[in-house]
């Protein structure tokens, strides 16, 4: 509400932890846990479901459609469940695979980070202590149409103590900035994005 320039926030929070169906499992996947409107602001291709509501529901999980095949031998997987570390969720959306190192994304699992077990669930839970900010989270910002980056790349700091009210004054904090348009990425995410 204080930077006018940004028209929608959301987070990514990756950690590795088991991931099981009933004849696979994996004691060590790289799992991102998902605000629910991420797919809003990285928007990617979409095989089966809608990528919308897949994370409305704290038991929503989205896959790529390697992790599909992976765990359940198909690509069309709506409503099948998988455990996410101990967590049964259900598939509500499968997506084209991430092309190899032309993305920063690690994975091909996104979870509902309403989910008790989400580190993004635990940040919300206790604003007082972090106001849903980790430094193990990637932060994206939409700006509004033909707002120029600059001052989101030169005022890092002032979004950093709005977003981080809580941080203890010794510590220092490095925001580092950066577009979308210019790392490697999927690459829809172009014409979507930052101006």
Do not use: C
């Not at 932060?139 to 809580?166: K, N």
């Not at 690459?187 to 994005?193: K, R, S, V």
Request: glycine fraction near 8%; hydrophobic fraction near 45%.
């Amino acid at each position: 509400a204080r930077f006018g320039e940004i028209r929608g926030v959301t987070r990514l929070s990756l950690e590795t932890i088991p991931v099981r169906n009933t004849d696979v499992f994996t004691k060590q996947e790289s799992v991102y846990w998902a605000d629910p409107n991420v797919f809003e602001l990285l928007e990617l291709p979409v095989l089966h479901g809608d990528l919308r509501q897949a994370l409305s529901r704290p038991d929503g999980a989205v896959l790529t459609r390697g992790m599909a095949i992976k765990y359940f031998n198909a690509d069309d997987v709506l409503g099948r469940r998988i455990e996410i570390d101990g967590q049964p969720m259900t598939v509500n959306a499968v997506i084209r695979d991430l092309p190899a190192h032309r993305t920063e994304l690690e994975t091909g699992i996104f979870a509902s980070g309403l989910a008790a077990k989400s580190e993004l669930a635990g940040m919300d839970a206790a604003p007082v202590d972090g106001n849903g900010f980790a430094v193990t989270s990637l932060t994206y910002f939409r700006l509004a149409p033909g707002t120029s980056p600059a001052p989101i790349e030169a005022g890092g700091f002032s979004v950093m103590d709005a977003i981080w009210t809580a941080r203890p004054p010794a510590m220092k904090v490095t925001v580092i900035p950066l577009r979308l348009d210019r790392v490697h990425r999927v690459p829809l995410l172009a014409e979507h994005m930052l101006a």
